[in-house]
């Protein structure tokens, strides 16, 4: 695992840090990083047209005497940020030099996270088939199955069980992610024997999903999709803190319950400065096959309603089909297997307003294979 400690004096870090890592131990240091704070929201990220702070890419400031430390998440793309953070910082009086750590995974524009606040929503089908309707706009698209508690995305992408290579690249050793219709798949799934459970602890589970997050071989990709686990406890967290992630999308169901467990996990994203992109409600609704009516076998608006509340944009609203589930116990994605279907068009739709906001070069791909 990489060394993510401070250049500076290590002493006077153990008496500034705090639990959260956000207090200083003078009023001066406050008054300090507050005015670097704010140098840094004039710094702005032009594809979603915000600043670097308040997209959670400015992460573990420090204030230390003259100096400021600090880590930049970014994309592969966006590697001038920092350029333009320096020569922000550079208008403070006091600052002699600004340390910013580029944190980033090698070859990736894009991270997103597909979160849920309970299991059982449909987290990891929404995953694979945003991967599958991502590729048929002309995205190269990969998948991290970071849900320890069930990694079913190799079976949802028909890969079977198989060892996980390492390669030697000019990086170091690096985990071979598996590929099924054009998708780039690493999943801890595929550290254990099959049907083993993952027993993991605190320290080994903190260890492996690092490993995961920087030490695998993805190539060129425009998105990297990680499913995470539901819920919002160490495995969430360590992703968080250790991942460029730019946006997470939610999974949902419209039922109350569902919806109270997805509230959290949305205000634990917006406390530690990742934005939500939005919602995605499934099992919205049953279509019948005979009369093309819809039926809510598990109620109305729940998704609406947060999406109001919170002021989270409703991605889609995904029906329940048996070809779903029949896609995802034979390893093909509906999108790709059905593209008429109602799930492939809403899926569509969300990928193209993916492409919309992370990669406008995109947009005139997809319109041209549709």
Same mark, same amino acid.
Request: aromatic residues 6%; contains cysteine; proline residues 6%.
């Given at each position: 695992?990489?060394?993510?400690?401070?250049?500076?004096?290590?002493?006077?870090?153990?008496?500034?840090?705090?639990?959260?890592?956000?207090?200083?131990?003078?009023?001066?240091?406050?008054?300090?990083?507050?005015?670097?704070?704010?140098?840094?929201?004039?710094?702005?990220?032009?594809?979603?047209?915000?600043?670097?702070?308040?997209?959670?890419?400015?992460?573990?400031?420090?204030? *230390?005497?003259?100096?400021?430390?600090?880590?930049?998440?970014?994309?592969?793309?966006?590697?001038? /940020?920092?350029?333009?953070?320096?020569?922000?910082?550079?208008?403070?009086?006091?600052?002699?030099?600004?340390?910013?750590?580029?944190?980033?995974?090698?070859?990736?524009?894009?991270?997103?996270?597909?979160?849920?606040?309970?299991?059982? *929503?449909?987290?990891?089908?929404?995953?694979?088939?945003? &991967?599958?309707?991502?590729?048929?706009?002309?995205?190269? =698209?990969?998948?991290?199955?970071?849900?320890?508690?069930?990694?079913?995305?190799?079976?949802?992408?028909?890969?079977?069980?198989?060892?996980?290579?390492?390669?030697?690249?000019?990086?170091?050793?690096?985990?071979?992610?598996?590929?099924?219709?054009?998708?780039?798949?690493?999943? *801890?799934? /595929?550290? &254990?024997?099959?049907?083993?459970?993952?027993?993991?602890?605190?320290?080994v589970l903190h260890k492996i999903i690092t490993q995961f997050i920087?030490?695998?071989?993805?190539?060129?990709?425009?998105?990297?999709? $990680?499913?995470?686990?539901?819920?919002?406890?160490?495995?969430?967290?360590?992703? $968080?803190?250790?991942?460029?992630?730019?946006?997470?999308?939610? =999974?949902?169901?419209?039922?109350? *319950?569902?919806?109270?467990?997805?509230?959290?996990?949305?205000?634990?994203?917006?406390?530690?400065?990742?934005? =939500?992109?939005?919602?995605?409600?499934?099992?919205?609704?049953? $279509?019948?096959?005979?009369?093309?009516?819809?039926?809510?076998?598990?109620?109305?608006?729940?998704?609406m309603q947060m999406a109001a509340e919170l002021s989270v944009p409703?991605?889609?609203?995904?029906?329940?089909?048996?070809?779903?589930?029949?896609?995802?116990?034979?390893?093909?994605?509906?999108? /790709?297997?059905?593209?008429?279907?109602?799930?492939?068009?809403?899926?569509?739709?969300?990928a193209q307003g993916l492409n919309n906001t992370f990669a406008p070069?995109?947009?005139?791909?997809?319109?041209?294979?549709?």
């Open positions: 695992m990489p060394n993510h400690e401070s250049p500076f004096i290590r002493q006077s870090f153990k008496t500034a840090n705090t639990a959260d890592g956000s207090s200083e131990t003078s009023l001066a240091a406050a008054a300090r990083k507050q005015a670097a704070i704010a140098c840094l929201k004039k710094v702005i990220e032009p594809n979603l047209n915000n600043n670097i702070v308040d997209l959670g890419m400015v992460r573990n400031l420090r204030v *230390v005497d003259n100096y400021v430390y600090f880590r930049l998440y970014v994309g592969v793309h966006q590697q001038d /940020l920092k350029n333009q953070a320096q020569c922000s910082l550079a208008n403070l009086g006091w600052c002699k030099k600004a340390y910013i750590q580029i944190c980033t995974i090698p070859g990736v524009r894009t991270t997103l996270a597909v979160s849920s606040g309970k299991g059982g *929503v449909g987290k990891s089908t929404t995953a694979v088939n945003l &991967a599958a309707a991502l590729t048929k706009t002309g995205a190269k =698209v990969g998948v991290l199955d970071a849900d320890i508690y069930g990694p079913n995305v190799p079976q949802m992408m028909g890969l079977g069980h198989a060892d996980v290579e390492i390669v030697k690249t000019a990086q170091g050793d690096r985990f071979k992610p598996l590929e099924a219709y054009g998708i780039k798949v690493m999943s *801890v799934g /595929l550290l &254990a024997a099959p049907e083993h459970p993952l027993a993991w602890r605190g320290p920087q030490e695998v071989d993805w190539g060129d990709l425009d998105y990297l999709l $990680i499913d995470l686990p539901p819920g919002t406890g160490d495995a969430q967290i360590t992703i $968080i803190q250790e991942s460029p992630i730019c946006g997470v999308v939610m =999974v949902t169901t419209p039922q109350q *319950v569902a919806v109270s467990d997805v509230r959290r996990s949305i205000h634990m994203f917006r406390q530690v400065g990742v934005p =939500v992109l939005g919602l995605v409600e499934n099992m919205s609704y049953l $279509i019948c096959g005979c009369c093309g009516d819809r039926t809510s076998i598990f109620g109305t608006g729940g998704g409703l991605l889609g609203q995904v029906p329940i089909d048996p070809n779903i589930c029949a896609g995802g116990d034979s390893g093909q994605p509906l999108p /790709l297997a059905d593209e008429a279907a109602p799930l492939s068009r809403v899926f569509e739709t969300i070069s995109l947009k005139s791909v997809s319109a041209a294979l549709r």
